[in-house]
C-alpha cells in the first residue's frame, strides 16, 4: 500500500527558480513569506497530508456521505474531527485578509499546500474549497455588514460556504438560471427555487452553512444581465452574531457518484417554506459578474486537483511497480530471474509519462500563481495589468488541461497496476473514478476551451497569446545555444511547439469571427496545444536552471539530472503532440461538423 508524501523537493524548486517566490515574498504585504517561513508551512502541510487526510480518503470513498431523515447529511467517519483540525491549525485562511482572521499569504504558497490536499483526499478539500470562493465574492464585493457578520467565521472556519449556480435547466448556460428573489421592502430578499448539485451544500461540519447563491429578481432583464448574487445563511444570524432562526433552504437528496463519493452534492430547495431569507451582494444584476471573480480561482483551484490526483496516481503506481514482480526484464542481464515490473521499458514509460505530466501541470499552475499574486500586489500599474492578462489567458489552460491530463495520468496509474488497477482494493481505480468530476465542474473542458479561443485569445487579436508564444521561444533559443545534446534536444521541440502555437493564433483569430462553429469545433484541441506548449516551456525553464546548478556544483545532483530528463522526456515524447493538435485545430473543425445532427 502506498502512502502520500508530498514532493516537497519539487514544490520547492517550482516555487523558488520558476515561480519566482523571492519577488513575490516582496510584494507589499507578503513580506512575511520569507523562505524559512514558506518551508516550513510546507513541512506542516505535508505532515497534515499524510497522517491526517490520506489515510481518511480509501475509508471516506468506501462510506460516503449519507443523507439522513430531515435533510441532515452524515460525512464519514473521521472527517468533521479532519475538519476541525484543519481549521484549528489555520489551514482554512492562508491566503485571506488578515483583517478577518486569514493569515495573508501568498497564493503561490497556498497552492503548493491545496495541491497536498488535493493529491490527499480530494473530497475533504472540497469544502473547504467552495469556502474559500464564497468568502472571496463577499470580501470583494459584499457591504461591511455582510463582512463583519459572515467573514470571520469562514476564514476560521467556524462556518462554511458554498456556490450554488447549477440548476436542472442551468448548467454550462447560466442565463437559464430560474431561482427568484423578491424584495421585502427592508433591505432583504426572499429566495424561491431549486439549486442542483451543491457541493457540501449540507453536512455536519460546522453549525452554518453560508451559502451563495444565484437568483434573479422579479423585473430583471432576460438572461446573463439579470442575475444577482445572494447570501443565504442556512441559520440567520442575530445582531450580536449568534444563530437565530433555521432559514428556509433544506437539503431534499444527495447525488450517487462515480467519484469523490465522501463530498456530499447536495439538492437544495429554497422557500418551500415561505421563502429563504436572502442579503443581495453588490449591486442587483450584476451577479454573474461577482460569480465570475470566484469562478477565476475555483477554476484555478479545480486545475491544482488535476496535478495533486496526477502526483498521487503516480507514487502510488511507482510504488505498485517496484513491489510486482512479473516476467523477465527484456534486454538486461541473461539469465537474470524475474523482475519487478519497474524494469520493463513500458512501465518505465508510462511512469515517466506520468512523471513528466505531473511536473508540468505543477510548475504550470505555480507560475499562474504567482502571475496571480502580481496582478493583486504589483505596486508598479503596468506590472499588474500585465500580470492580470496573463493569468487570464492561463487560468482556462491551468482548469482545462492540468484536469484533462489528471485523468490521462490517473487512468496510466491503473494500467501501471495490471488487473489489481481495476480491483478497488489497491487504490488506483479511486483517482480515476475522482479525477473523472474534475474536466466537468467549474465549466467543462468545452467551455474552458471557448474560453481560450474567445475572450482570452480572438477578443485582443491573439496579443496575449502571441506573448506567451514569444516567451517560449526565448527559452527554446536559450535552450539551443548551449552546449548540451540534451538541452538542445528540448530547445528543438519547445520551437517547434511555440511555432505549432502561433499557427494555430494565426488560424484561430479570423475563424472566430468569421467561422465560429469551425473555430468552436477545434477549441478543445487549442487548449490542449497550449498546455502542451506552457508545459514544455516550464520544462525547458526547469531543465535550464537545473543544468546551471549541476554546473555550478550546487544542489542535489540527483534531482537535478532527473529534471533534465524528466524534460527531455516530456520533449521527446509529449511535446510533439503540439503538432498533431495545430493540424486538428486547423484542419479538424469542418470534418467534425460534416454530418447534420440527423445523421448520429
Ligand atoms: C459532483 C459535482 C459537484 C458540483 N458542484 C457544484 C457546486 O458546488 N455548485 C454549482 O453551482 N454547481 C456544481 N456542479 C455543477 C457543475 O458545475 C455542472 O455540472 C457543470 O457546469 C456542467 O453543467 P451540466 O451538468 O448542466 O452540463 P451541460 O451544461 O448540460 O453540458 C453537457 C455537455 O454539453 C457541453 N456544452 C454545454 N454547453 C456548451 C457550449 N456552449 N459549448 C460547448 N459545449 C457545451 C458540455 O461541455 C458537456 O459536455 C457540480 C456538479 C457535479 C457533478
Not at 505535508?46 to 497522517?51: I, P, Y
Not at 525547458?540 to 524534460?567: M, N, P, S, Y
Amino acid at each position: 500500500m502506498s502512502t502520500y508524501h508530498a514532493p516537497l523537493a519539487d514544490m520547492q524548486f517550482v516555487m523558488n527558480e520558476l515561480a519566482g517566490l523571492s519577488q513575490v515574498s516582496k510584494l507589499p504585504g507578503f513580506e512575511d513569506a520569507t523562505p524559512d517561513t514558506v518551508s516550513a508551512i510546507l513541512d506542516e502541510a505535508s505532515k497534515f497530508a499524510t497522517n491526517v487526510l490520506d489515510p481518511l480518503n480509501v475509508t471516506g470513498d468506501r462510506e460516503g456521505a449519507v443523507w439522513q431523515e430531515g435533510g441532515r447529511v452524515k460525512t464519514p467517519k473521521g472527517f468533521k474531527e479532519a475538519y476541525e483540525q484543519y481549521c484549528a491549525n489555520g489551514w482554512n485562511g492562508l491566503t485571506k485578509s488578515t483583517e478577518f482572521g486569514g493569515q495573508g499569504l501568498p497564493q503561490l504558497v497556498a497552492c503548493a499546500v491545496e495541491e497536498m490536499w488535493h493529491s490527499s483526499n480530494l473530497a475533504f478539500d472540497l469544502c473547504p474549497l467552495l469556502t474559500q470562493g464564497a468568502i472571496e465574492a463577499i470580501e470583494l464585493r459584499g457591504s461591511q455588514a455582510l463582512k463583519d457578520t459572515f467573514l470571520p467565521k469562514m476564514v476560521a472556519g467556524t462556518w462554511t460556504g458554498t456556490m450554488n449556480l447549477t440548476e436542472p435547466q442551468a448548467g454550462s448556460d447560466l442565463a437559464a438560471v430560474r431561482t427568484r428573489a423578491v424584495p421585502q421592502g427592508d433591505g432583504t430578499y426572499k429566495l424561491y427555487g431549486q439549486k442542483i448539485f451543491i457541493t457540501f451544500g449540507e453536512h455536519d461540519y460546522t453549525e452554518n452553512i453560508v451559502h451563495l447563491v444565484l437568483a434573479r429578481t422579479p423585473d430583471a432583464p432576460e438572461g446573463v444581465k439579470g442575475i444577482s448574487l445572494f447570501v443565504v445563511p442556512k441559520f440567520l444570524v442575530d445582531a450580536d452574531g449568534s444563530l437565530g432562526a433555521r432559514n428556509d433552504v433544506h437539503c431534499v437528496s444527495i447525488e450517487h457518484k462515480l467519484g469523490i463519493h465522501a463530498s456530499p452534492t447536495a439538492v437544495l430547495a429554497y422557500g418551500d417554506r415561505g421563502g429563504a431569507v436572502g442579503y443581495l451582494v453588490g449591486e442587483e444584476n450584476r451577479g454573474l459578474e461577482y460569480m465570475f471573480i470566484m469562478m477565476n480561482l475555483a477554476r484555478f483551484s479545480v486545475g491544482l486537483e488535476g496535478v495533486g490526483i496526477s502526483e498521487r496516481a503516480y507514487q502510488r503506481a511507482v510504488a505498485y511497480a517496484r513491489e510486482r514482480v512479473q516476467g523477465r526484464a527484456v534486454g538486461l542481464e541473461k539469465g537474470a530471474k524475474t523482475a519487478p515490473i519497474i524494469e520493463h521499458p513500458d512501465i518505465r514509460r508510462m511512469l515517466m509519462t506520468m512523471r513528466a505530466y505531473t511536473e508540468a501541470t505543477r510548475a504550470v499552475a505555480y507560475v499562474t500563481a504567482a502571475a496571480l499574486d502580481n496582478a493583486h500586489r504589483n505596486p508598479d500599474d503596468a506590472a499588474r495589468a500585465k500580470a492580470q492578462s496573463f493569468a487570464d489567458f492561463m487560468i482556462p489552460i491551468v482548469k482545462g488541461w492540468s484536469t484533462e491530463v489528471g485523468q490521462d495520468v490517473a487512468s496510466l496509474g491503473v494500467q501501471v497496476h495490471g488487473g489489481m488497477g481495476f480491483i478497488e482494493e489497491t487504490g488506483a481505480a479511486q483517482h480515476l473514478r475522482d479525477a473523472r468530476i474534475t474536466t466537468i465542474y467549474e465549466g467543462t473542458t468545452g467551455i474552458q476551451a471557448n474560453d481560450l479561443i474567445g475572450r482570452k485569445t480572438a477578443r485582443d487579436s491573439g496579443a496575449v497569446a502571441n506573448a506567451v508564444a514569444g516567451e517560449i521561444e526565448k527559452v527554446a533559443a536559450h535552450l539551443a545555444a548551449r552546449g548540451d545534446s540534451a538541452l538542445q534536444a528540448i530547445g528543438v521541440q519547445l520551437a517547434a511547439a511555440a511555432a505549432d502555437a502561433r499557427a494555430a493564433v494565426e488560424w484561430m483569430v479570423p475563424a472566430y469571427g468569421q467561422r465560429p462553429r469551425v473555430a468552436h469545433a477545434g477549441a478543445v484541441a487549442y487548449l490542449k496545444l497550449w498546455g502542451l506548449a506552457v508545459g514544455g516551456w516550464q520544462m525547458g525553464r526547469a531543465a535550464l536552471v537545473a543544468a546551471e546548478r549541476l554546473a555550478a556544483g550546487e544542489g542535489d545532483a540527483q534531482f537535478l539530472h532527473a529534471k533534465i530528463a524528466t524534460a527531455r522526456y516530456y520533449a521527446d515524447a509529449l511535446l510533439p503532440q503540439a503538432g498533431a493538435f495545430a493540424h486538428t485545430v486547423i484542419h479538424g473543425g469542418d470534418s467534425a461538423l460534416a454530418l447534420a445532427a440527423e445523421a448520429f
